[in-house]
């Protein structure tokens, strides 16, 4: 965590560009996806060859607005593409098709959660506005070899979703807490998959420092391209002592753009406002005002899932989870549906079935995939749960029987290790291995009475009439003896009692 | 007689193609011994492959013998302006920066052509990356007009219309921003048609300025023009800008002898040669006498034509330019060090002075501080320009000037102007900037040299442009025309 000085304050807005979940790159007919040989998704429209033409990608467009209707944002009636001209060799065309003045989404808001006082405890949440996010193009890739330098455009023309937030967060945590945030919303609706090892999530960072108080913002510092939550976190921790130290030293803040050493945990200068580049922005002529229809959104709304933290609200309030199981299932969309469909088939007990979830289940299916955490350190990656052996309805029919009293909560453990390894059903697991309880009262009683019957316990029976409680569990013994131990205790206790009292 | 055949219309040639009495490889042979013997004068094409052309050529009698045959177009040569991508040909835009370059793919109409059974037969000059209006800024070599050798075909589709006069091919494609199509078909003789934007896709055209480009169709005839348009205009999906299925409905020809023609006041005042205005003239009193109604129209804002037209048209250029860096195709400059001082190098070597020109005005115009006070301010009067043509249009049918206020012009006259030079598109800039079909009609000489009168209709009134011209040619003896090689 940072240490920032009681009397600073620290001001801080993240501009996340994020690769949308399409099959076709943004302007072109071509698929994109990781780890292909360099230059194998390029085609004529991607290389930029002499007369290609840019068409937009519907999916694209549906992906964005779909995250403009999960962040409650409006979606204007119309967006339109920009060029971005400048010179560079990853940059196929040599201006960047953007969006400037009329950008698909405008406004909306995202939840955070920040860390509660210990891991059971919630913390404070808080909305961070989104200014707007604009559909554009990603660049291919350049890099260095040898006295030459290499370019791949396998990147090139992947669409990239830029999501501006206001100015809203106040600490490392809080933007560390809105990119755990924003990075579930996205990866639920089904807009990105957020993965930033592949780097389709990457961020830059605007930070600046005022004075407790002060109303005028600090001059900020923009440090970019950022492809990991911890390097925005420490950028934010570095950046705001460096600014800090600089002010109470007697010095000013450039306004400059800065980039970030994860290795060396340091920044440093790019450029300054003096070189910042004309970009020379002006409509696209090749691609017409795009009229976004009201049906298309109507549509899209309806694939809008439940917010995460809705979802968290009505598992503590509604369903009576503890905060804990509660915070671990809607953090995978999912999950949280496999838990639901758990507790729709037996709605009695939906604690007992959120425990076996986020506890057995997920420590098991953790296990057997060796998953480690990909897109976010500190948080767990999502499971698959596509080759997950045990079935809702299969979780539900073993919470059951727990509460019926067919097996007791240690049994319970053992059958679901059985159910992990087997997918069979919890009852045919109870029954292959004896473990089901004799609840039937009639055959009990019968039992209990044949015992009640025997001379051999006439003293214990006549010490429990006497008053002595304990007396009755010497008679309990014979009864389990004669059920080979699968007498319901319960049962037997209730029985004895009826017959003796 | 097969030295005859290249004066022969494409129509007429459709029509012995079909009868069995021609054969596309006759026809291909002759156009061939056309070529040795023209092209080196008038140096209208810069690349023909004799063997590709007559292999194509072979494919379609065989398409025709099994019955297979693709339409009127079948068998009948195309020559392609060299900023038009056709798969496996060079793609040079007449410009030392892309003359390496084979392209790699099919523009839309090279397609299309394909389809209609056409040859795709050989590459026309044009003035580099088609800015210029005489085909002298072309890096490869000189285009001269067939009229008069020491002229200039005018451009920049130079080579589309000397070709054409020349009898080196019937049918031609060219392209056209402020009047690329139409100035060079005034000044050799012939017709060319710039159509609606967003009629033909501009998939595969190289893009100049892009919200200006189109391809078009020329011809020696408006018929055979026609011919050409009819094969290439429907949708594409590949081109955002091009009309969708739906909505790309041709206005009907309606009867040519009771078009409403106005006359924009004022346009055959200043600057046009009075052997110009007398041919125009008469075609007016021509319709006027076939029974058109004829009369003045205002259009006040005329005058901003030409400076709005080099504002947005070097903008747009100074971005669909940025591409050509020796990266990834094209000229690269032999000069070693960072990437960007070899895209540097290899762009000042590689782009000719007018297209530098182009770049530093186009770049100029958008760059901060000052894309408000020339681009922003072009916009707006671009807007004012197409409403009031959108205006005039409402009250008649067509638009009448002259198509260039001077017959050609010597090579070499203006080399050093220009300012000058951006003039010969005055009265074709507006259909560009305001999107309209036009077209230009031969319609007598002056001295030795053609002259066009030219026609601008509402969006979509192709068929109208074609009509009025038809009745106009068939009444005269322009159509057809060869300058004598």
């Given at each position: 965590m940072s240490n920032v000085p009681p009397d600073w304050e620290v001001v801080i807005g993240l501009e996340v560009h994020v690769q949308l979940?399409?099959?076709?790159k943004v302007f072109a007919s071509s698929p994109w996806g990781f780890?292909?040989?360099?230059?194998?998704?390029?085609?004529p429209v991607v290389l930029g060859l002499p007369g290609t033409l840019p068409v937009v990608n519907r999916e694209a467009v549906e992906k964005s607005i779909l995250f403009g209707l999960v962040v409650g944002a409006e979606i204007p009636e119309r967006c339109a593409w920009d060029r971005k001209n400048y010179f560079y060799p990853d940059n196929p065309k040599n201006y960047q098709l953007t969006q400037?003045?009329?950008?698909?989404v405008v406004g909306g808001q995202v939840e955070i959660e920040l860390p509660g006082a210990s891991r059971n405890v919630m913390g404070e949440h808080k909305f961070i506005r989104i200014h707007h996010a604009h559909l554009e193009e990603d660049v291919g890739k350049l890099s260095h070899a040898g006295s030459g330098s290499l370019v791949d455009?396998?990147?090139?023309g992947v669409p990239l979703l830029e999501i501006v937030t206001e100015p809203d967060l106040r600490s490392s945590a809080e933007a560390e807490a809105f990119l755990r945030s924003l990075v579930a919303m996205l990866t639920q609706a089904g807009v990105?998959?957020?993965d930033m090892e592949k780097g389709q999530l990457r961020c830059d960072c605007n930070v600046s420092v005022r004075r407790r108080g002060a109303e005028k913002l600090g001059t900020r510092t923009e440090t970019k391209n950022l492809n990991s939550i911890s390097s925005v976190r420490d950028t934010v921790i570095y950046e705001t002592a460096r600014q800090i130290r600089e002010l109470e030293a007697g010095r000013s803040i450039t306004q400059e753009t800065r980039g970030w050493n994860a290795e060396l945990a340091r920044g440093y200068v790019l450029r300054d406002k003096e070189d910042?580049?004309?970009?020379?922005?002006?409509?696209?002529?090749?691609?017409?005002?795009l009229k976004i229809s009201r049906e298309t959104v109507t549509r899209l709304a309806k694939?809008?899932?439940?917010n995460l933290y809705d979802r968290q609200r009505r598992y503590v309030?509604?369903?009576?989870?503890?905060y804990t199981a509660a915070s671990v299932l809607v953090n995978d969309r999912a999950l949280a549906e496999w838990f639901e469909a758990a507790v729709a088939a037996h709605p009695a007990n939906p604690s007992g079935i959120a425990n076996l979830v986020a506890n057995d289940l997920l420590r098991d299916l953790a296990a057997s995939a060796g998953?480690?955490?990909?897109?976010?350190?500190?948080a767990p990656a999502p499971v698959s749960?596509?080759?997950?052996?045990?079935?809702p309805a299969q979780l539900a029919g073993l919470v059951k029987l727990t509460d019926d009293g067919v097996i007791s909560k240690q049994q319970a453990k053992e059958v679901f290790a059985e159910m992990f390894k087997t997918g069979q059903d919890a009852a045919a697991i109870v029954d292959a291995k004896g473990?089901?309880?004799?609840?039937?009262t009639g055959e009990l009683e019968k039992i209990v009475q044949e015992v009640i019957a025997d001379p051999a316990v006439a003293k214990s029976i006549a010490e429990y009439r006497a008053?002595?409680?304990?007396?009755?569990?010497?008679?309990?013994g014979p009864i389990m003896k004669r059920t080979q131990g699968k007498a319901n205790p319960v049962l037997i206790d209730q029985l004895l009692r009826k017959f003796l009292g | 007689m097969a030295d005859a055949l290249h004066t022969l219309s494409a129509a007429e040639l459709g029509r012995r193609l079909a009868a069995g009495t021609l054969t596309s490889r006759a026809l291909c042979e002759a156009l061939i011994a056309r070529h040795q013997a023209v092209n080196d004068k008038v140096?209208?094409?810069?690349?023909?492959d004799q063997a590709d052309v007559l292999a194509q050529a072979d494919a379609s009698d065989a398409r025709r013998k099994a019955g297979q045959g693709r339409g009127p177009l079948e068998g009948i040569p195309v020559a392609i302006k060299d900023n038009i991508a056709v798969k496996?040909?060079?793609?040079?835009?007449?410009?030392k920066m892309l003359a390496p370059l084979v392209s790699p793919y099919d523009s839309y109409v090279a397609e299309r052509l394909r389809a209609a059974g056409a040859i795709l037969y050989g590459r026309l000059n044009m003035d580099e990356f088609a800015?210029?209006?005489?085909?002298?800024?072309?890096?490869?070599r000189k285009t001269f007009?067939?009229?008069?050798?020491?002229r200039i075909p005018g451009g920049s589709s130079g080579g589309s219309a000397a070709a054409l006069a020349a009898g080196l091919v019937p049918l031609s494609l060219g392209s056209d921003t402020g009047g690329s199509i139409r100035q060079p078909a005034s000044h050799c003789g012939v017709v060319g048609l710039k159509p609606t934007?967003?009629?033909?896709?501009?998939?595969?055209l190289v893009a100049f300025a892009s919200s200006l480009d189109q391809i078009g169709p020329m011809a020696r005839s408006v018929e055979d023009c026609e011919l050409l348009l009819n094969a290439l205009a429907s949708a594409d999906a590949?081109?955002?800008t091009c009309f969708g299925p739906s909505d790309r409905t041709l206005a009907a020809a309606g009867d040519a002898k009771k078009l409403r023609i106005g006359i924009p006041k004022g346009?055959?005042?200043?600057?046009?040669a009075p052997e110009v205005a007398a041919a125009v003239n008469a075609a007016v009193e021509f319709y006027r006498a076939q029974g058109c109604a004829i009369s003045e129209v205002e259009l006040?804002?005329?005058?901003?034509a030409v400076p709005t037209y080099y504002v947005v048209a070097t903008a747009e250029a100074s971005s669909n330019l940025?591409?050509?860096?020796?990266v990834r195709y094209g000229h690269r400059s032999?000069?070693?060090?960072t990437p960007v001082e070899m895209m540097t190098a290899s762009r000042s070597e590689g782009f000719g002075p007018e297209v530098k020109r182009r770049i530093l005005l186009g770049t100029f115009v958008l760059s901060a501080g000052y894309a408000d006070a020339y681009y922003v301010r072009a916009l707006r009067a671009r807007a004012k320009i197409r409403a009031e043509y959108l205006a005039a249009l409402a009250g008649v049918d067509v638009l009448l000037t002259p198509?260039?206020?001077?017959?050609a012009f010597k090579v070499?006259?203006?080399?050093?102007d220009p300012l000058q030079l951006y003039l010969e598109d005055i009265f074709t800039i507006p259909a560009n900037l305001a999107g309209l079909p036009a077209i230009s009609v031969p319609c007598g000489k002056s001295g030795h040299l053609p002259v066009g009168f030219h026609l601008v209709g509402a969006p979509l009134s192709e068929v109208k442009l074609l009509a009025a011209g038809r009745l106009f040619e068939a009444a005269h003896g322009y159509a057809h025309q060869q300058a004598a090689l």
């Amino acid at each position: 965590m940072s240490n920032v000085p009681p009397d600073w304050e620290v001001v801080i807005g993240l501009e996340v560009h994020v690769q949308l979940h399409t099959r076709a790159k943004v302007f072109a007919s071509s698929p994109w996806g990781f780890g292909k040989e360099p230059n194998e998704q390029v085609d004529p429209v991607v290389l930029g060859l002499p007369g290609t033409l840019p068409v937009v990608n519907r999916e694209a467009v549906e992906k964005s607005i779909l995250f403009g209707l999960v962040v409650g944002a409006e979606i204007p009636e119309r967006c339109a593409w920009d060029r971005k001209n400048y010179f560079y060799p990853d940059n196929p065309k040599n201006y960047q098709l953007t969006q400037k003045d009329f950008p698909v989404v405008v406004g909306g808001q995202v939840e955070i959660e920040l860390p509660g006082a210990s891991r059971n405890v919630m913390g404070e949440h808080k909305f961070i506005r989104i200014h707007h996010a604009h559909l554009e193009e990603d660049v291919g890739k350049l890099s260095h070899a040898g006295s030459g330098s290499l370019v791949d455009y396998n990147r090139a023309g992947v669409p990239l979703l830029e999501i501006v937030t206001e100015p809203d967060l106040r600490s490392s945590a809080e933007a560390e807490a809105f990119l755990r945030s924003l990075v579930a919303m996205l990866t639920q609706a089904g807009v990105a998959d957020c993965d930033m090892e592949k780097g389709q999530l990457r961020c830059d960072c605007n930070v600046s420092v005022r004075r407790r108080g002060a109303e005028k913002l600090g001059t900020r510092t923009e440090t970019k391209n950022l492809n990991s939550i911890s390097s925005v976190r420490d950028t934010v921790i570095y950046e705001t002592a460096r600014q800090i130290r600089e002010l109470e030293a007697g010095r000013s803040i450039t306004q400059e753009t800065r980039g970030w050493n994860a290795e060396l945990a340091r920044g440093y200068v790019l450029r300054d406002k003096e070189d910042a580049h004309d970009y020379r922005y002006f409509p696209d002529p090749d691609i017409p005002t795009l009229k976004i229809s009201r049906e298309t959104v109507t549509r899209l709304a309806k694939q809008v899932p439940e917010n995460l933290y809705d979802r968290q609200r009505r598992y503590v309030e509604k369903l009576g989870l503890p905060y804990t199981a509660a915070s671990v299932l809607v953090n995978d969309r999912a999950l949280a549906e496999w838990f639901e469909a758990a507790v729709a088939a037996h709605p009695a007990n939906p604690s007992g079935i959120a425990n076996l979830v986020a506890n057995d289940l997920l420590r098991d299916l953790a296990a057997s995939a060796g998953a480690a955490g990909a897109f976010d350190e500190a948080a767990p990656a999502p499971v698959s749960l596509a080759s997950c052996p045990i079935k809702p309805a299969q979780l539900a029919g073993l919470v059951k029987l727990t509460d019926d009293g067919v097996i007791s909560k240690q049994q319970a453990k053992e059958v679901f290790a059985e159910m992990f390894k087997t997918g069979q059903d919890a009852a045919a697991i109870v029954d292959a291995k004896g473990l089901r309880q004799n609840s039937d009262t009639g055959e009990l009683e019968k039992i209990v009475q044949e015992v009640i019957a025997d001379p051999a316990v006439a003293k214990s029976i006549a010490e429990y009439r006497a008053g002595n409680e304990k007396a009755i569990n010497a008679l309990k013994g014979p009864i389990m003896k004669r059920t080979q131990g699968k007498a319901n205790p319960v049962l037997i206790d209730q029985l004895l009692r009826k017959f003796l009292g | 007689m097969a030295d005859a055949l290249h004066t022969l219309s494409a129509a007429e040639l459709g029509r012995r193609l079909a009868a069995g009495t021609l054969t596309s490889r006759a026809l291909c042979e002759a156009l061939i011994a056309r070529h040795q013997a023209v092209n080196d004068k008038v140096g209208a094409f810069t690349h023909l492959d004799q063997a590709d052309v007559l292999a194509q050529a072979d494919a379609s009698d065989a398409r025709r013998k099994a019955g297979q045959g693709r339409g009127p177009l079948e068998g009948i040569p195309v020559a392609i302006k060299d900023n038009i991508a056709v798969k496996g040909q060079p793609l040079t835009c007449s410009s030392k920066m892309l003359a390496p370059l084979v392209s790699p793919y099919d523009s839309y109409v090279a397609e299309r052509l394909r389809a209609a059974g056409a040859i795709l037969y050989g590459r026309l000059n044009m003035d580099e990356f088609a800015m210029g209006s005489s085909t002298e800024n072309s890096a490869l070599r000189k285009t001269f007009n067939p009229w008069d050798l020491a002229r200039i075909p005018g451009g920049s589709s130079g080579g589309s219309a000397a070709a054409l006069a020349a009898g080196l091919v019937p049918l031609s494609l060219g392209s056209d921003t402020g009047g690329s199509i139409r100035q060079p078909a005034s000044h050799c003789g012939v017709v060319g048609l710039k159509p609606t934007y967003g009629l033909i896709s501009r998939f595969g055209l190289v893009a100049f300025a892009s919200s200006l480009d189109q391809i078009g169709p020329m011809a020696r005839s408006v018929e055979d023009c026609e011919l050409l348009l009819n094969a290439l205009a429907s949708a594409d999906a590949r081109d955002m800008t091009c009309f969708g299925p739906s909505d790309r409905t041709l206005a009907a020809a309606g009867d040519a002898k009771k078009l409403r023609i106005g006359i924009p006041k004022g346009f055959l005042g200043k600057g046009v040669a009075p052997e110009v205005a007398a041919a125009v003239n008469a075609a007016v009193e021509f319709y006027r006498a076939q029974g058109c109604a004829i009369s003045e129209v205002e259009l006040p804002s005329a005058d901003l034509a030409v400076p709005t037209y080099y504002v947005v048209a070097t903008a747009e250029a100074s971005s669909n330019l940025g591409r050509y860096d020796g990266v990834r195709y094209g000229h690269r400059s032999a000069v070693a060090g960072t990437p960007v001082e070899m895209m540097t190098a290899s762009r000042s070597e590689g782009f000719g002075p007018e297209v530098k020109r182009r770049i530093l005005l186009g770049t100029f115009v958008l760059s901060a501080g000052y894309a408000d006070a020339y681009y922003v301010r072009a916009l707006r009067a671009r807007a004012k320009i197409r409403a009031e043509y959108l205006a005039a249009l409402a009250g008649v049918d067509v638009l009448l000037t002259p198509t260039v206020p001077t017959p050609a012009f010597k090579v070499g006259e203006k080399a050093s102007d220009p300012l000058q030079l951006y003039l010969e598109d005055i009265f074709t800039i507006p259909a560009n900037l305001a999107g309209l079909p036009a077209i230009s009609v031969p319609c007598g000489k002056s001295g030795h040299l053609p002259v066009g009168f030219h026609l601008v209709g509402a969006p979509l009134s192709e068929v109208k442009l074609l009509a009025a011209g038809r009745l106009f040619e068939a009444a005269h003896g322009y159509a057809h025309q060869q300058a004598a090689l």
